[in-house]
């Protein structure tokens, strides 16, 4: 599976979009973009995934650029509830799911 | 239903003991995964299984051992504990149907080895 790099730490402001980075430059064809977030001493819960289009649900948006190289996470009125780590994994979506966890964005929502 | 649900929430061990971390789920998904996460890590796959009766080793096995008897259930067993197993360990299943099946984690069992 193809290695990601997320900025470790983040801040954001209660209200504000948060906009968290993913650099996935050795994705493959075949691989997709995954986001899981870990509240503090939760496990961790799926946030969305996508392609090579955009995606949007009720949590977040995925935007992914056109090369695929890097894509976006972002949480449109972030609040102090969406404290967590967010983790950017890439790997294919043969079943089975084992996914890499690596070191996540810890991302700190202010009042 | 209850989702995941990991037992005991917390454990002390000395090292040499053994212990056996339960994992069961009530969503009907065939694939279930051992995870551990140290103070400030991602998470690394232990073991992994597609379906009762099925397992198989995932990045860091050693120390391990697991069984999969029915679809519910899937137990992480620790036979001589040490220290560097102290850890937070995660249970998840998934369901084996076509498109993407997200990852469902238990809240984990914290476990100290002195």
């Known amino acids: 599976d193809a290695k990601t790099t997320q900025p470790p730490s983040m801040d954001c402001a209660e209200g504000r979009a948060a906009n968290l980075p993913c650099n996935h430059s050795?994705?493959?064809?075949?691989?997709?973009v995954y986001w899981y977030r870990q509240i503090h001493s939760q496990g961790p819960q799926y946030i969305i995934h996508?392609?090579?289009n955009n995606e949007t649900n009720e949590m977040a948006s995925l935007i992914i650029t056109e090369d695929r190289k890097s894509s976006t996470l972002i949480l449109p009125h972030a609040t102090l509830r969406d404290t967590a780590v967010y983790y950017c994994i890439v790997a294919n979506n043969n079943a089975g799911n084992m996914l890499t966890f690596g070191g996540g964005t810890r991302l700190m929502v202010k009042p | 239903n209850a989702g995941v649900t990991q037992t005991p929430k917390f454990r002390i061990l000395k090292i040499g003991q053994s212990m056996t971390l339960q994992c069961t789920q009530d969503m009907n998904h065939n694939y279930m995964y051992w995870y551990r996460q140290d103070p400030g890590m991602g998470l690394k796959l232990i073991y992994y299984s597609v379906g009762a009766g099925i397992t198989d080793k995932g990045e860091v096995p050693n120390g391990y051992n697991v069984s999969r008897s029915t679809t519910e259930d899937f137990p992480l067993r620790l036979e001589l504990a040490a220290p560097s197993q102290t850890s937070v360990y995660f249970c998840a299943s998934s369901d084996s149907g076509t498109g993407y099946s997200p990852l469902h984690f238990g809240n984990g069992t914290r476990l100290t080895v002195t």
């Open positions: 050795t994705i493959s064809g075949n691989e997709y």
């Open positions: 996508g392609l090579k």
